[in-house]
């Protein structure tokens, strides 16, 4: 089954503490792509990469990092999270043509405390 | 830069009832243009896509049209159901397709 996996579903941290979520494709996907979901803002993207070792910022990009060394893998890290980064985090897959559907995760409830 | 703007809600409508969720935006040059609809504790999910000027999207009974002179992508639907509640996200990705811009969403409750 086509799907982009995120891990963990949950997570309640405290500032500072390092943490990392995963997100996982087996589509074969060259795009991927981080968001963020706040009430009344939508979806704010944070990072994406358009292939292998390519990574770049989306509108909201500050207290994030990523990494895609694989294909399939596109961790989200947050170095030292604060109570602002707390939010519903997505991440997203789809091809290189412009007019590709994006496959979305189930979604990561992140709360900083 | 690049935005998307739709209009508030929530929608409360009555089943068999018309739907229109406004959607317009900024772009330069030709954007794609999509819907998606997000049901309760789920992700996104691509409802409807027009990658060109007059392009009319459609699916499950919802309609979109590309309009450029107007900036519009407003999304239509005949008769909802109560399985159409949901929110409805508007988006947007520039022509040269590196980043994606969505709307606030859009919540729509349908009531038997």
């Known amino acids: 089954e086509a799907q982009v996996t995120q891990n963990p579903r949950y997570l309640i941290t405290v500032t500072g503490k390092k943490l990392t979520v995963t997100c996982s494709q087996n589509?074969?996907?060259?795009?991927m792509s981080w968001y963020r979901q706040d009430p009344g803002l939508g979806l704010r993207q944070i990072y994406y990469?358009?292939?292998?070792?390519?990574?770049d910022k989306g509108d909201v990009p500050e207290g994030y990092k990523v990494s895609r060394k694989e294909k399939r893998n596109f961790p989200l890290i947050l170095e030292s999270p604060s109570p602002n980064q707390t939010s519903l985090y997505f991440c997203?897959?789809?091809?290189?043509?412009?007019?590709?559907?994006?496959?979305f995760g189930p979604g990561t409830r992140l709360t900083v405390l | 830069g690049d935005s998307v703007t739709q209009m508030e809600g929530p929608v409360t409508l009555s089943e068999e009832a018309f739907l229109t969720i406004n959607c317009t935006y900024t772009?330069?040059?030709?954007?794609?243009l999509f819907w998606y609809v997000q049901y309760p504790g789920e992700g996104l999910q691509l409802l409807l896509k027009a990658t060109k000027a007059d392009d009319k999207g459609s699916n499950k009974g919802f309609e979109a049209t590309y309009r450029k002179e107007t900036t519009s992508f407003h999304l239509e639907k005949g008769s909802v159901q109560v399985s159409d509640s949901a929110v409805y996200f508007c988006a947007l990705t520039p022509y040269n397709f590196n980043k994606f811009y969505f709307g606030s969403g859009t919540k729509l409750n349908v009531k038997p």
């Open positions: 990469s358009m292939n292998v070792e390519v990574t």
């Open positions: 589509m074969n996907h060259e795009y």
């Open positions: 772009a330069t040059g030709y954007p794609s």
């Open positions: 997203a897959s789809a091809g290189t043509d412009r007019t590709d559907t994006q496959y």
